[in-house]
T-cell receptor, first 114, second 114 residues
Framework: AQSVSQHNHHVILSEAASLELGCNYS??????LFWYVQYPGQHLQLLLK??????LVKGIKGFEAEFIKSKFSFNLRKPSVQWSDTAEYFC????????????FGKGTHLIIQP | DAGVIQSPRHEVTEMGQEVTLRCKPI?????LFWYRQTMMRGLELLIY????????DSGMPEDRFSAKMPNASFSTLKIQPSEPRDSAVYFC????????????FGPGTRLTVL
């Protein structure tokens, strides 16, 4: 069975700091990888996704993530965070090519202090 | 585009009562997913449908839970009888051709069972 591990449950940063949220998955085959964000009081929105090709993917709002197959990782990064990035961030995995549901990590609660 | 619509947004009920959650997927999407989010277990896939047919219900916690999709624009998740441990946020999501397309999430239904 697939599993996703997000290393930090709570992260507090100051505005303009750099961000990296860790995500590791366990699945031996081809995977599709996602980062979703849930802003306070809102529903889950897709930040970015990886299906194939360039392992460095860029998403909305200045976020990017790098797929490192050898490390089973898909870390999320942003060079300079803003107060509006305060949210819950979820990493998710799906077996590649399949029509399965997503397996989510437990989430990271990010708080940006102005 | 109205997005995925869920109702009700909040439901408070007493233990033993029947609860029905409703979802309208995005028009044209042929995959529909039900997820549950709790503090302890995070986001978990309960069941998903393709073209109104249940494909994988292995995530449904027990027989008290049932889901139906009578047509392409409507699905229900029913809990009978409800228990306090069912308290959670229930999300519905839909996608095109599940394999390579992102899932769009609804706003969720926050269920509290007293």
């Amino acid at each position: 069975a697939q599993s996703v591990s997000q290393h930090n449950h709570h992260v507090i940063l100051s505005e303009a700091a750099s961000l990296e949220l860790g995500c590791n998955y366990s699945y031996g085959g081809t995977v599709n990888l996602f980062w979703y964000v849930q802003y306070p009081g809102q529903h889950l929105q897709l930040l970015l996704k990886y299906f194939s090709g360039d392992p460095l993917v860029k998403g909305i709002k200045g976020f990017e993530a790098e797929f490192i197959k050898s490390k089973f990782s898909f870390n999320l990064r942003k060079p300079s965070v803003q107060w509006s990035d305060t949210a819950e961030y979820f990493c998710a995995v799906k077996s590649g090519g399949g029509a399965d549901g997503l397996t989510f990590g437990k989430g990271t609660h990010l708080i940006i202090q102005p | 585009d109205a997005g995925v619509i869920q109702s009700p947004r909040h439901e408070v009920t007493e233990m033993g009562q029947e609860v029905t959650l409703r979802c309208k997927p995005i028009s044209g999407h042929d995959y529909l997913f039900w997820y549950r989010q709790t503090m302890m277990r995070g986001l978990e896939l309960l069941i998903y449908f393709n073209n109104n047919v249940p494909i994988d219900d292995s995530g449904m916690p027990e027989d008290r839970f049932s889901a139906k999709m009578p047509n392409a624009s409507f699905s229900t998740l029913k809990i009978q009888p409800s228990e306090p441990r069912d308290s959670a946020v229930y999300f519905c999501a839909s996608s095109l051709a599940g394999g390579v397309h992102e899932q769009f999430f609804g706003p969720g239904t926050r269920l509290t069972v007293l």
